[in-house]
C-alpha cells in the first residue's frame, strides 16, 4: 500500500485543538470537579452524570434522550446532556473531567486519551441485529457528476466534516494520501462542521464537489451518490475512570450489551420510535484495543490531530 507520509493540513482547527489540550493537560484544570467520600471524582456532583456528546447532526440530542433516560432509570441519577460546540472542546472537556460517560468517535477517543483523559471504553452502538461494531466513512459526489473515483477527487472542492473526525476526516485522508493526493495542495479542504452538513453542500455541488460523511447521514439524502467507503471502528460509549468503581461496575453492565427492547422495558416509552430505531439497535462490547486501528493510521500519517 503506498503511503504518503507529507504533513496534514495545518488548519486553525488542528491548531486551536493543540492549545486547547495543552492548556487543560495540566491535573490542576479539574480541581473544581466534585468528589466524593472514597475521593472518586464527578463532572458535576454524586447525583449528577453529564453525558458527552460530539455534535455530529442536527438530531444529536434526540437521538441520544433514550438512552440517556434508561442510565437515568438505572442508576438513580439525573443525566446531564452536554454537547460540545466542536470535537475538540468535547476533548477539553474530557481531559477536565468535565463529563462521566460519553460518545465519542474513535479518532476523539484515542487523541482525548493520548492528552491525558481518563476513559474507558464500554460498547459500541449496532443499528441493526447481527451487525458489528463500525460504520462507513463514504466518499460521495452530487448525483450525476463526473466523479466516479477517489482519484477523481484532485483539484476540487472537498467537504470533510470536522478535523477530529474520524469518519468524516481521519480515514478520508488517510485514504486520499493513498490515492497519491496531497490534502494541503492537491484539493480545496472545506469543514461542514456536521456529518449532515457535509452531505448537503456537497450535494448541491456549490461549495463542495466532492465530499465525505458516515454513512447513516448519507443514507438519508437523494442528492448524492457514493463512490467509495472504508469500515470504521465503530464509535465508542466512554465513562470516566474517576468515578465510583461500584458505579463503573454499574454502567459496564448497564451499557455493555442493552437492546432497545432493554431500554423499552426500563419503561423508557421515547425509545419505541421510528426515530431512536433507525439509530439504535443494541450495544455491543469494545475495549481499549479495538482503537489500535486508529493509533496505527495516526503513527503512519504522523497526523497533527493525533498528538498528545
Excluded at 492548556?23 to 484544570?29: E, I, V
Aim: some cysteine; hydrophobic content about 40%.
Amino acid at each position: 500500500m503506498k503511503l504518503n507520509t507529507k504533513a496534514w493540513p495545518a488548519i486553525a482547527a488542528a491548531a486551536l485543538l493543540t492549545v486547547g489540550l495543552a492548556a487543560c493537560s495540566s491535573p490542576s484544570t479539574a480541581d473544581d470537579t466534585a468528589a466524593d467520600a472514597s475521593g472518586a471524582t464527578f463532572a458535576v456532583d454524586e447525583n449528577t452524570l453529564v453525558f458527552g456528546v460530539v455534535p455530529d447532526s442536527v438530531d444529536t440530542e434526540t437521538n441520544y434522550q433514550p438512552l440517556m433516560d434508561y442510565i437515568a432509570a438505572e442508576t438513580g441519577k439525573t443525566v446531564e446532556y452536554h454537547e460540545s460546540t466542536d470535537y475538540a472542546a468535547l476533548i477539553e472537556a474530557a481531559v477536565a473531567g468535565k463529563i462521566d460517560v460519553a460518545s465519542f468517535s474513535g479518532f476523539t477517543y484515542v487523541t482525548a486519551t493520548n492528552n491525558g483523559a481518563a476513559l474507558t471504553p464500554i460498547s459500541s452502538i449496532i443499528t441493526e441485529e447481527g451487525q458489528e461494531p463500525g460504520y462507513f466513512s463514504q466518499a460521495i459526489v452530487p448525483k450525476g457528476s463526473d466523479i466516479t473515483d477517489l482519484a477523481g477527487f484532485e483539484g476540487k472542492k472537498v467537504c470533510f466534516v470536522d478535523p477530529s473526525s474520524t469518519s468524516g476526516y481521519l480515514f478520508p485522508t488517510y485514504n486520499l494520501l493513498n490515492e497519491g493526493i496531497d490534502p494541503e495542495a492537491d484539493i480545496t479542504p472545506v469543514f461542514a462542521g456536521k456529518h449532515d452538513v457535509s452531505v448537503t453542500k456537497t450535494g448541491e455541488g456549490v461549495e463542495c464537489e466532492a465530499g465525505f460523511a458516515e454513512d447513516s447521514e448519507v443514507e438519508k439524502s437523494d442528492k448524492v451518490e457514493v463512490i467509495a467507503e472504508t469500515m470504521v471502528p465503530g464509535a465508542p460509549i466512554v465513562m470516566s475512570n474517576t468515578l465510583p468503581e461500584e458505579l463503573q461496575s454499574q454502567l459496564v453492565g448497564i451499557l455493555a450489551e442493552v437492546t432497545i427492547d432493554d431500554i423499552i422495558a426500563a419503561g423508557i416509552d421515547s425509545a419505541d420510535s421510528d426515530g431512536f430505531r433507525s439509530v439504535f439497535f443494541a450495544t455491543s462490547p469494545v475495549d481499549d484495543a479495538y482503537y489500535d486501528t486508529i493509533r496505527d493510521i495516526c503513527e503512519k500519517t504522523n497526523a497533527e490531530q493525533c498528538q498528545g
